[in-house]
Every structure is written in structure tokens, then in C-alpha cells.
């Protein structure tokens, strides 16, 4: 990788790491928050240069004068504004968060000054209206229209009086987003629930047990601990015979932030998200009005495929009326079985649904997920990754060396059958203290043609939490991973390929730039298929102690498995995306009670949901997607896509019909070509189109579930 057109910097800046890495890539290790601050001002200073010389009358306004320069600006803040969010995420200090929260009003107020510089919006208004503009490329093109419209959402036609409420309205949302996911690392962070006798540790895989010992060693407590990660977590709630254990971890999962959560010497609910959540709705609410809209979710729909409020409430009200009647016949079947084999006392308790679910499978299919998990060490997953990766669309990956946060995380460059590096990226594949929960990819870096004509070729960040590797009887055990979490990983390679394999050279659309936001799943979901075909599976899998890979009648049970309780699993996201949709569509200003808006959420699962709500559950205030990950009136977007993707992968089992393989080159070279490669150079119904040569249904994604009669026939 090449350093080119770097930064001309005063002698006090030219060792700052967050500088000096021009476009390569930055040294993580070498970055402490001392370097935040001047960093940060000296490349907002450059910025605002670039705009006022971009606004002047004599500035033309064309490509290379306009957007050109005013793109290499904002690419040098955003990318190490970038390195520094990321590293708040994935190796959080307080050192660095105070550092972050400081700089992140300035770097706010830029971003929304952007949006509302009249000057700047009237130059490409000026540029969209010349004759220059049919010269310019489809992409570029794109950009220019993308512009304008992200300017009049930004409040550049706002009358003067509204732009300085406008712009508070951004930089206390933006405070808010990263105080609520603060609050949810350090309750998650905080919490530790040791256990001291064996016996309470029955059922528990032998890794989840040592990884407790592990935890507990860490703690300098004696026994066993376990925290509300993920990895420590979810194990107790699907094996522990123990049944005041598993009550234990889920009450303290379901209160986190909230006024039920324990209080850990900080303060009375320091950590509470409820009153950030009102806030968060009520700024919404406010933008949206300002900006001339109904309601945040209208707003929202400006940079998305759906049309209106209602169309997505309609798509989301028939899919929960599809799945119900599964997911009541799943309710029945697990209360039934819970009382009559497991002879559990009283109702089924929600700390006891992952526990009476994993044992009715088992039952059910005579096996577990940790007898599968067995088979999946990750180095031969990432391995069966690769190879799917490569089979489809004609590239080759290989491990790199690029600077790093962390001795866990990895890196690898994609050639191209020249052998050219075309794009790198990194996989940071374990949950650890100071890192954010959950999984991502990010952009670390897009691709973009260089006005020398060289291309910049892009890097990406993939994120994960699995469970680190442990001893077992004093040796280091390979990692192994649950089949969940090789979906998880597909899914956001799905992403980083979307991002890397992108031919657009327009930064502005360029990978996932610019597609709409209710399309930018399909990448990822599509990937997610390939993890129940055997063709893929029986390449990716070796069992942790012996090396064999997975059975094939392992794979036949795993797979008559694969829609298990599938109704209520759909009903669940889809009560999510609704309590999400339904907030930001019909909210009430005048809302003064945070109760009211836990209130509003339950009123919603009571509509439609066949389990009946624990009282105590406050999922809502740790709901990150959209209270600080940029889902908000944007998480129905998973089902959304979810029917893009099913009906783009029902063309692979289409050609696995006639070729007898699903990783078929020719139409993972279609696929690459008009979904991948074009990025948000264009529509993304254009570019569905432009693949299945027609509109997508509903049908595939449906049958892949397990809720339509022709799914409930091949069952």
C-alpha cells in the first residue's frame, strides 16, 4: 500500500500518529488520547479551508474544483476521526473516551455546518445544473444528486432563525447516542455473578466452565464468574441445570440500564438509559418537524427504498401475521414440553426458554449446539469462509500484516487473478473488557480514484465477539464457535465484501456509501446461506479433538433443525423493528415520562406476541441499534432485506439445480457484478433488478423460514 498525497504539517503535529499515516494506515498501537485533540483541530481547520475556498465566487463549480477537494478535506478528518471511534469501540479506556467525548461536539458541528452552508449547496446546485454534469460518470453523477439531497436533510434551506436549533439538535444527539452506549458497556463490564459450589455448574459445557475458572482467576475472586457477555452469558441460559442461576444472569441481562439494575458504587442510575431514550425520541421528533416532515420515520425514508410510513408498516404487520400462528404452535410446544419432560415447577419463566429450547432440539434431533459447536474451530471456518469467498467471485485471500489494536486481531489482503491487491481487511474475532458488544464491519478506508488516476484501495474492519480460546487441563484449547456464530461471521464478511469488492471509484458511492439504508443488509444476509449447505459446511468443519469433519447425518439433523422454532425467532425481530418503526412514526412530543415510552414498547409485544412479558424486562434500554448504532426508524431493514437477499440467493439454488453446486462461478460472477461491484452507484432496486431480472418476492424468504405451506410440506 502506497502513501501519497499526505498532509503538509507543522513540525508539532508530523509525529502525531493520527496524522501522519496520510492515506496508508495507522498505527493503532502507537495512538494515545493526548494525540485526539490536535489532530482533530488541525484537520477541522483544514476542512474549514476547504469550504471557504470551495464557497468563493471564484471557485468553479465542477468536479475537480469542487467536489474533488472538498472530498479529499473531509476524507482526512472522517478517517482518522474514524481510527479514533473505532478504538473507542474495540479498546475502550477512559483516558480515550474523555478525549473522544471532547473532540465529538467539534467534529459534530463540522459535519452539520456541512449540511446547512447555503454557499455550498447553491455551487452544486450549480454543478448538478451545467453542461459539465452529462460529462460526469454514473457514479459521480450519484454523488452530486446524493449531495443535494443530504443538503436539504441537513437544513441548508432552513430558514436562518432554525439553523442554529437544527445544529444543537445534532451535537446533543450525538452526545446522547454515545452516552447510551457507554452506559450499556460499563453495565455489561460491571456485573460479575460468581458461583463457589460445582454442583451449580451443571449442564455447563466444559469450555463455558473453564473460561468461568478463567474469569474468575482475572477477578481475583475464588470459584467461578461469569459476566453479562455474550460468550459468559448465553451459555448459562441455554445449558445450566441450575435453574436459580439462570434467573440469577437473565434478570440482571434484562435490567441492565434501567432503574432495576444494581448500582455499582457509581451513583444512582449513572448508568440509566431510560430518560436518554425520551431525549433521543424528542430530538428526533423536533429534526423532522424542522426539516418539514411528519415524524422522524418519514424523514427517515428519504435515503431509503420504501416508499411511505405506511408501507413499511404494512410489510412489517403481514410478516408478524405470517409468522404468529408458528410461533403460537412453537409457545405450546416448548410450555408442553418444559412441564412434561423437563418438570419444571410452574409456568415457563423466560430464564427458562434457551434452557427448555436447547433440550427439546436435542430431544427433538438428537443433538446440541455445543456437540456442533465442537466442529467449527475457527481457523477452519475462516478457512471454509475464504474458500466460498473465492469459489464465487474469482479473487484470492491471503493474510497480511497490517498494524494492529490488539494481538488477537488479524489481517488479509484480496488479490485479483492478476495477483494485484485490491483490498484488505481486518477480523477482530473476540469479545474482551473495553469492547463494545455485538458485530460489525466498519470502513476503515473506501475506494477511490485519486486525481493522478491511481485507485485507493479499501480497508475494512470486521468485529466480532465470539468466546476467546481457554485452557482445558492446562493447554490452550483451539477456538471453537457456535454454528450462530459462523452465521454471524458470514453475515458481516457479507458486508466487508460489499464495501471491498466495489469497482465504483466516487467515494460518495463507493462499497456501502450511498446505498439505502434498507438494502444495505442483502450482502450480508446472502452470505448467511451458504452456512447450511453441505458442500460449504463439510470444507469448514474439523471436530476440535479429533480433526473428523461434521457427519453428514449430524449435518441432516442439524439441518431438519435449521427452522426450529423459527416463528417465534421471526416474531421477535419483527416485534423489535416494530416498537422501532412505531416510536419514530407516531411518537407524542408531549411524552413527559420515560415510563411511557417502556409503556408504548409493551403495548406493541402485547399485540403481538404469544409469550407473555416478564415484567421486569427493560430489553429496550439497551436496544444499540437504534439508540446509538444508526438504526433508528431503520431496523425493519434486516426483514427488509432479508426478502432481497432469499429471493438473490434463490438464483444460486436455481443454477445448483442444473449445475449441481451453489458456489457457481457464473452467477457468483453476476452477482459480484451488479450487487457488489456497482455499490450506491445506483438504486439498489435497480441493481436487484439488474441481477434477477425482475422484482423481488416474498416467496424465498418465506420458504427459507419455515412459514409458508410449501416449507411446512418439504419439513
Known sequence: MTTNNQLTLPDSLKNNPLLSFGRDIASYASIKPEHIAPAIDYLLEQAEQAVVIATTADTPASWSSLAEPLEDATESLGRSWGVIAHLNSVADTSEL??????????????????????????????????????????????????????????????????????????????????????????????????????????????????????????????????????????????????????????????????????????GEDAWNNSENMLAQLRLRNEEAHLLGYANYADLSLAAKMAKDVAEVD????????????????????????????????????????????????????????????????????LEGLFGVIQSLFDVQIEGADLPTWHADVKSFSISNQAGEKIAYFYLDPYARPGKRGGAWMDDARGRRQLANGEIQVPVAYLVCNFAPPVKLNGKLRQPTITHDDVIT??????????????????????????????????????????????????????????????????????LAAKNFQSGLTTLRQVIFS???????????????????????????????????????????????????????????SYKWAEVLSADAYSAFEEAAKLTG???????????????????????????????????????????????????????
Open 97 to 266: 473516551r474523555s478525549a473522544y467525548g471532547a473532540m465529538l461536539p467539534k467534529v459534530t458541528a463540522f459535519f452539520s455546518s456541512l449540511g446547512q452552508n447555503l454557499a455550498l449547496y447553491d455551487k452544486f446546485k450549480s454543478l448538478s445544473q451545467s453542461p459539465e454534469f452529462n460529462q460526469l460518470s454514473v457514479a459521480q453523477k450519484k454523488v452530486v444528486n446524493n449531495s443535494l439531497r443530504d443538503f436539504r436533510l441537513g437544513g441548508a434551506e432552513l430558514a436562518q432563525a432554525d439553523k442554529p436549533r437544527f445544529a444543537e439538535i445534532q451535537d446533543e444527539q450525538a452526545h446522547l447516542a454515545k452516552a447510551f452506549s457507554d452506559h450499556v458497556l460499563d453495565a455489561t463490564d460491571a456485573f460479575i455473578h460468581t458461583v463457589s459450589d460445582e454442583a451449580d455448574l451443571l449442564g455447563l459445557p466444559e469450555d463455558a466452565i473453564a473460561a468461568a475458572a478463567e474469569l474468575a482467576e482475572q477477578k481475583k475472586v475464588q470459584g467461578w464468574a461469569f459476566s453479562l457477555h455474550f460468550p459468559s452469558y448465553y451459555p448459562v441460559m441455554q445449558y445450566a441445570e441450575h435453574r436459580s442461576l439462570r434467573r440469577t444472569m437473565y434478570e440482571a441481562y434484562v435490567t441492565r440500564c434501567s432503574e432495576l439494575a444494581p448500582q455499582f458504587g457509581n
Open 314 to 381: 404494512l410489510f412489517l404487520n403481514d410478516i408478524a401475521q405470517k409468522a404468529k400462528p408458528f410461533a403460537k404452535l412453537d409457545w405450546q410446544e416448548l410450555s408442553q414440553f418444559a412441564k412434561s419432560q423437563l418438570h419444571l415447577e410452574g409456568e415457563l419463566q423466560p430464564w427458562d426458554i434457551a434452557f427448555a429450547a436447547e433440550r427439546l432440539k436435542h430431544e427433538r434431533y438428537s443433538f446440541s449446539e455445543n456437540e456442533l459447536k465442537q466442529y467449527f474451530p475457527l481457523p477452519k471456518v
Open 489 to 558: 461471521l458470514f453475515h458481516e464478511s457479507g458486508h466487508g465484501l460489499h464495501h471491498l469488492l466495489t469497482q465504483v471509484g466516487a467515494l460518495g458511492v463507493s462499497g456501502i456509501n450511498g446505498v439505502e439504508w434498507d438494502a444495505v443488509e442483502l450482502p450480508s444476509q446472502f452470505m448467511e446461506n451458504f452456512c447450511w449447505e453441505w458442500e460449504v459446511l463439510e470444507k469448514m468443519t474439523a471436530h476440535a479433538e479429533t480433526g473428523k469433519p461434521l457427519p453428514r447425518d449430524l449435518y441432516e439433523k442439524m
Open 578 to 636: 416494530l416498537v422501532d418503526w412505531r416510536l419514530h412514526s407516531t411518537f407524542d412530543p408531549k411524552t413527559t415520562e420515560e415510563q411511557a415510552v417502556l409503556d408504548f414498547s409493551r403495548k406493541i409485544a402485547d399485540t403481538y406476541n404469544v409469550i407473555p412479558q416478564p415484567t421486569i424486562s427493560r430489553w429496550l434500554n439497551t436496544f444499540s441499534h437504534i439508540f446509538s448504532g444508526g438504526y433508528a426508524a431503520g431496523y425493519y
Open 661 to 715: 453446486s451453489v458456489l457457481n462461478a457464473d452467477t457468483g460472477a453476476r452477482y459480484r457484478t451488479e450487487i457488489l461491484e456497482v455499490g450506491g452507484s445506483r438504486s439498489a432496486a435497480e441493481s436487484f433488478k439488474a441481477f434477477r431480472g425482475r422484482d423481488p418476492k416474498i416467496d424465498a424468504l418465506l420458504r427459507h423460514g419455515g412459514l409458508s405451506k410449501e416449507a411446512s410440506l418439504e419439513g
